[in-house]
Every structure is written in C-alpha cells, then in structure tokens.
C-alpha cells in the first residue's frame, strides 16, 4: 500500500481500498482473529457510517470478542439504518443475553419479531426466547 503522509490521504486510501480492507477484514474475521477485523470494520464504519455492511462486521467483531456494549452500540446504529429488519434486533438480544441483561434481551426478541414479517428469524427468536424467558 502507498505510505500514509496526513490524514486526508487516509480517507484516499480508504476509499481507494474500501473493498480490499473490507475483504482483507471478513478474512480476519473467518481467522478468528477478531481485534484485527474490528480494527478495519471500524475505520470503514467510521468512514462510512450509512453503509449497513460495516456495521454489521463491526458488531460481529466486537461481539465475538466479549466486547457486548459495544457491540450493542453496533447494532444499535445498525437498526437506525435499517429500522424494518429483524437482524440487528436479533443480534442485540444476544449480546444483551450475554452480559446478562435479560429484560433488553427480551424487549430486542420482540422487537426483531415484530419486524421478522417474512419469519426468517422465527425458530431462532423462539428458540432464544424459550431458552432465556425461564431465567427470569
């Protein structure tokens, strides 16, 4: 890559490489190697906040890392972009489930629910609900 002189030539190497960096940080991700993808996922999230894509990785780091808030913030912004999909509401009540906040967990399930129109999600949001609702 070409050396990095200022800030501004980040954002040019940024928009430049977006789809390598977004690659070279899903490979990262298939690796396990969850600091280094979140690390890109951030930066192109941070450069691209209205492409959904980066904050979906970007979650999925952060939660595959142990990193449950943030992650939740990930989704959260997720949901902002794309306020009909169940997706992010799914995945929120799972980082909530695992730092044990079972209330917002819940209260995420019947969010992504309501917006599971097609039932995409449905074994899984009921799977999630049975397992978690009985530890209230």
Known sequence: MEEINSASSLCDLLQKYKDELYEMGYQ?????????????????????PLSIKYWKALGACLHENCEYQDAIQAWSIWSFLEKQNSGPYLCAAKSFFAI???????????????????GVHAQEIATLRQCWKGKQ
């Open 28 to 48: 990262l991700y298939e690796a396990n190697d969850f600091s280094q993808a979140k690390g890109i996922f951030r930066q192109l999230a941070l450069h691209y």
């Open 100 to 118: 044990g906040d079972l209330q917002e967990g819940l209260s995420s399930l019947h969010a992504a629910e309501i917006r599971d129109a097609s």
